[in-house]
């Protein structure tokens, strides 16, 4: 099983997390997206029309894109994924809900300040983005406020999920004091087998100059 990514990636961050709580040995092979690697006609002809990362290849030839779309796969028939069909629901409910109000919001908007793209947009379009970032943790928190995870009271993909770009919304300014259910959460989910530590830095050909 291959994986295409990029070690930056908090989308491919949920990848990694999950094949190290499943035990699941891998091949990593890098893409450097900012080199356009993922814009070469190979990769957007077999690997993904979109041009991004990450990407898995469970077997010669077969390529998944989408992060949570490959979580979905990685786990079924695993603990990870309950059988019973209304809380699978539930875990794509996070799992929607983390790429329409989570990842758009925390993770662009932290893309743009740790790589020198804030500046080349409006101050209201940043903000905008965090604010809609901050929503989405409020959300998080009234609900872990009544649970400790967020599917059926026990870790599940869901959780992995959710948990990639919500513990770096300190790197927007959201301060995870004000989230304190959230809170509790992150390091409920940290404390899980297969935890893998910090995201990559984004590397120096990431970064648009001053002038
Ligand atoms: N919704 C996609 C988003 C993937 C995505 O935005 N990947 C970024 C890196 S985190 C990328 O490959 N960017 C390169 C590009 O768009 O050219 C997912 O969850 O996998």
């Not at 890098?30 to 077997?59: M, Y």
């Not at 929607?96 to 020198?116: D, H, K, S, Y």
């Not at 259910?181 to 409920?188: D, G, H, N, Q, T």
Request: hydrophobic letters at 45%; a neutral charge.
């Amino acid at each position: 099983m291959r994986l295409y990514d990029c070690a930056a990636s908090a989308n491919g961050y949920k990848l990694r997390h999950v094949l190290s709580w499943l035990g699941r040995p891998y091949e990593l092979i890098p893409v450097d997206i900012f080199a356009g690697e993922s814009h070469t006609p190979d990769f957007l002809r077999h690997k993904n029309p979109a041009g991004r990362i990450p990407v898995l290849e469970p077997e010669p030839g077969r390529f998944l894109a989408e992060s949570n779309a490959i979580l979905l796969f990685l786990t079924a028939d695993t603990s990870l994924l309950p059988r019973d069909a209304f809380e699978r629901a539930q875990v794509h409910q996070w799992l929607f809900f983390e790429q329409n109000c989570v990842e758009p919001n925390i993770g662009t908007a932290r893309f743009w300040v740790l790589t020198g793209r804030a500046r080349l947009h409006h101050p209201d379009v940043l903000r905008v983005r965090v604010e809609a970032g901050r929503a989405a943790l409020t959300t998080l928190e009234r609900h872990l406020q009544h649970e400790d995870f967020l599917v059926g009271g026990r870790p599940t993909v869901a959780d992995i999920g959710l948990y990639a770009y919500a513990h770096l919304a300190p790197d927007v300014g959201l301060a995870l004091e004000d989230f304190p259910a959230v809170s509790r959460w992150l390091a409920r989910v940290k404390a899980q087998p297969g935890h893998i530590g910090a995201l990559a830095p984004y590397p120096a050909n990431a970064m648009v100059s001053a002038t």
